[in-house]
């Protein structure tokens, strides 16, 4: 299913149901289209899924980081009129959803993180010396998945091409630094926003301890596993996904 890509002022970005609003944030090679079988789901069940193109490789050098996201998401959230949101983050887009909520606690109902960065990732970053070598790239985007098949010609294509692009490559490369920059470990004690772990047991980039390690720090949060999965479980068990994230929802009364 693929949702029209809106334009209104300097924002580009994914809306489809009516609702309580859930606003999904990509990684840092994560196209919008991830998120498919998400915004299907929950369009359908009172929510209004927004998914905003982030500025990861448009911003000035100096801006391409965590705390920048973090800011363009909150004038974002200002554009759409929205007092509270419930947040959805994959790897980075979990980064920026974590600073966020650290910056407007209010403003965040809810807070769904999977394969999130912000203790800890491998790859991110790391690797592309021989990012001109097509079959390198494509076994690096095959690591992110438990099922290597999942990583299709496409998603391969886009890695590549993004890797090989030097203006690209050095943004990725800052924003990698800007993520150890802004570890969180010292920050999450002190939030209260529910939080909803959703975590691959196979994920390779942020490994199941970091799942733990999140849910042992953040006081209000909930972990749940997702078996045979990788760094993308929205991706590779979407309808797990979803069943875990509506049953957390529901609990929560959100």
Known sequence: MTHR???EKNYSYIEAGEGTPIIVL????????NFNSVTKH???KSYKVIIPELPIYTKPLLKTNVKSFASYLNDFIEFKGYDEVILLGNSLGGHIGLYYTKLFPKKVKALIIT??????????????????????IKKKAQDVFYDPEVATKEIVDEVYATVNDRNKLIKTLAIAKSAIRHNMAKDLPKMQTPTCIIWGKND???PPDVAEEFNELLPNSELFWIDKCGHAAMMEHPEEFNSILEAWLNDKKL
Do not use: P
Not at 115 to 136: I, N, Q
């Open 115 to 136: 394969g999130s960065s912000g203790l800890y990732e491998s790859a991110m970053g790391s690797g592309y010396t021989k990012r001109s070598d097509y079959e390198v």
């Open 42 to 44: 929950f369009s359908q």
């Open 5 to 7: 890509l809106k334009k």
């Open 204 to 206: 390779t980039v942020t």
């Open 26 to 33: 990509h990684g840092l090679m994560g196209g919008l289209s």
